[in-house]
């Protein structure tokens, strides 16, 4: 995982690897039938976006955000989650405000 950095643009970078890492976590939870890989996100968001994950640009970031939060609200976790009333992420000024 990214290192935590105090430069707004070093906290989007860790933002956006950790909601990388949630959409793992939730992916290949609940016994997936298929095989996991773990760049797929990564590969996802460079394809969609030409950015690599770890290199978002500031003024990219919500866009990229929200790509991978939609990502992550689809996973079975996601949904069962969202049925729970559990959040699968916390917002950008809450993590902020942890750091």
């Given at each position: 995982?990214?290192?935590?950095?105090?430069?707004?643009?070093?906290?989007?970078?860790?933002?956006?690897?950790?909601?990388?890492?949630?959409?793992?976590?939730?992916?290949?939870?609940?016994?997936?039938?298929r095989d996991f890989s773990h760049a797929e996100i990564h590969k996802s968001i460079e394809?969609?976006?030409?950015?690599?994950?770890?290199?978002?640009?500031?003024?990219?970031?919500?866009?990229?955000?929200?790509?991978?939060?939609?990502?992550?609200?689809?996973?079975i976790l996601g949904k069962n989650n969202a049925k729970k009333g559990i959040l699968n992420?916390?917002?950008?000024?809450?993590?902020?405000?942890?750091?």
């Amino acid at each position: 995982m990214a290192a935590f950095e105090v430069t707004t643009e070093g906290r989007i970078t860790s933002s956006t690897s950790l909601l990388a890492y949630k959409y793992q976590d939730a992916d290949k939870s609940y016994g997936a039938t298929r095989d996991f890989s773990h760049a797929e996100i990564h590969k996802s968001i460079e394809s969609k976006f030409k950015v690599k994950t770890y290199f978002v640009p500031q003024h990219r970031f919500e866009e990229v955000s929200n790509y991978v939060k939609q990502r992550i609200d689809r996973t079975i976790l996601g949904k069962n989650n969202a049925k729970k009333g559990i959040l699968n992420y916390e917002s950008f000024d809450n993590f902020i405000a942890q750091q």
